[in-house]
């Protein structure tokens, strides 16, 4: 069954610097998402993701983030200076974006720990 | 998206059935019930979802009320690898609605 892959599972970085985090979605999917979990709170949308442009970001979502489908298959979330609160859980998502039985589905995820 | 309300937590004996409730009093007509769930660490696995019709699938079987305001998943054999954090979310299906997750029931299956 296809699934939604990240890179990768685990990041530390000290503050300041900058992140990539990978993300491969299902092959026929149109819609990319992005989430977030801190620690011990609720799963947070960040952006969506369709026909090469931003869809819908959260207030989240501010100059530092950006995101990027770079070729066929890869999609990226790029932190550019990382500060102590993005430490969380990283999960991205895709969905075929169409129809009644349209859903996301999310990938493992990519645990960021900012130092 | 409408709001849900589910209880915080539940137990369910291994081998059982759970039966995870959600009131969604304020769904609009063309919204859908979905449920999700999350294991420890892992990122939210979709799991079933419906218009008004109950759903069934490999995983698990979604009852929604005739008048929609509430439903019930329910895991037939629960076993221990279905201790998670489930959540009910309505949204109306489609590529530019994200999903907004609530805090979710904690469901602890017991051995």
């Known amino acids: 069954e296809p699934e939604v892959t990240q890179t990768p599972s685990h990041q530390v970085t000290q503050m300041g610097q900058e992140v990539i985090l990978r993300c491969v979605p299902i092959s026929n999917h149109l819609y990319f998402y992005w989430y977030r979990q801190i620690l011990g709170q609720k799963v947070e949308f960040l952006v969506s993701?369709?026909?090469?442009?931003?869809?819908?970001k959260s207030e989240i979502f501010d100059d530092q983030f950006s995101v990027e489908r770079p070729d066929g298959s890869n999609f990226t979330l790029k932190i550019r200076s990382t500060k102590l609160e993005d430490s969380a859980m990283y999960f991205c998502?895709?969905?075929?974006?169409?129809?009644?039985?349209?859903?996301?589905?999310f990938g493992p995820g990519t645990r960021l720990l900012v130092l | 998206d409408a709001k849900t309300t589910q209880p915080p937590s539940m137990d369910c004996a291994e081998g059982r059935a759970a039966n995870l409730p959600c009131n969604h009093s304020t769904i609009s007509g063309n919204e859908y019930v979905y449920w999700y769930r999350q294991i420890h660490s892992q990122g939210p696995q979709y799991i079933i979802h419906?218009?008004?019709n109950n759903e069934t699938n490999e995983m698990a079987s979604l009852i929604i009320t005739e008048d929609r305001k509430s439903s019930t998943l329910i895991l037939p054999h629960a076993t221990l690898r279905d201790t998670a954090v489930y959540y009910c979310?309505?949204?109306?299906?489609?590529?530019?609605?994200?999903?907004?997750f609530g805090t979710g029931t904690k469901l602890q299956v017991i051995p």
């Open positions: 979310i309505v949204r109306v299906p489609g590529g530019y609605q994200k999903v907004t």
């Open positions: 419906g218009l008004k």
């Open positions: 998502a895709s969905s075929v974006g169409q129809g009644f039985k349209e859903t996301q589905y």
């Open positions: 993701f369709y026909n090469n442009e931003i869809s819908e």
